[in-house]
């Protein structure tokens, strides 16, 4: 299927590990330009390097979303580079998730940062560059739980409670203007922070994947790229009339719609 996508403009943020790193690489099957950011240099320059060789038109910038004016910085250099901006995909952002009692003042400062204003700062910057091209796609990864919060899941449900509000109201507002935003909400997907995970609980990542994958319907954690494919419709032709939306992708884990 045609999605449309060769000669696009996309900008991604967190694009060199994880779910990340899939969108990118999906992108630029689909013939985008994709300019993608994280904080590691050498991730960096590897990732774009390797790209580069199997002929993908790619940009790699350090950018931290915690910091303000990263954002900025990275959006515009993106649409500088390329000559114009079509696709934000915001992905950066961890899921630091504990008892409320535990979370200090300064680590809800930083995931409100990296989850809340890092979409504000990269949205900010992106919808002029798309109103001269006629329309873009502004796209954010979130988690179920944002839709579903629990216990000792603070602060990410709560930030990321705050990105799907910021998302539903910018869909409102741009629609006039041809700009679509929508969100791409995940549930246990394999990642090096899983693989983390699996190392403090001294499990092995094979078995660790399968010990989580019992609690999903479907038996089985998602791979990055079966998130990525949801991404890349969502930034197609083929999703033309698509805005406002939260879309799950996680085995049929979550409880609601």
């Known amino acids: 299927m045609e999605l449309g996508l060769k000669g696009k403009v996309a900008a991604v943020t967190g694009g060199t590990e994880g779910i990340g790193e899939s969108v990118v690489r999906r992108l630029v099957a689909e013939g985008a330009k994709v300019a993608f950011c994280a904080r590691r240099k050498e991730l960096i320059d590897a990732f774009a390097s390797e790209l580069k060789k199997q002929g993908g038109d790619v940009l790699g910038i350090v950018a931290d979303a915690s ?24 992905n950066a952002g961890g899921s630091g998730q504990m008892a409320f009692d535990k979370v200090e003042d300064n680590f809800w400062d930083l995931d409100i940062e990296i989850k809340v204003m890092a979409q504000v700062r990269t949205a900010r910057a992106a919808i002029p560059h798309m109103k001269k ?3 873009g796609r ?17 602060p990410t449900t709560v930030s990321r409670a705050a ?3 910021l998302s539903k109201g910018l869909s409102k507002e741009l629609a ?16 090096k922070q899983q693989e983390r995970g699996a190392a403090r609980n001294n499990k092995t990542v094979e078995q660790h994947y399968a010990d989580t994958g019992k609690s999903v319907p479907m038996k089985r954690m998602g791979e990055s790229a079966e998130v990525a494919n949801v991404v890349a419709f969502l930034a197609s032709d083929a999703a033309s009339y698509v ?4 879309i799950n992708v996680d085995g049929g884990l979550s409880g609601v719609l």
């Open 138 to 154: 502004i796209i954010s990864l979130n988690m179920v739980g944002a839709k579903q919060p629990g216990a000792a899941m603070f």
């Open 243 to 246: 805005t406002g939306c939260c």
């Open 133 to 135: 091209v006629g329309g």
């Open 67 to 90: 910091k303000e004016g990263d954002m900025e910085r990275f959006i515009d250099d993106t649409a500088k580079h390329f000559g114009r901006l079509d696709i934000v995909v915001n």
């Open 163 to 165: 990105g799907l509000a």
């Open 176 to 191: 006039a203007d041809n700009i679509l935003v929508n969100v791409v909400a995940v549930g246990k997907i394999k990642s």
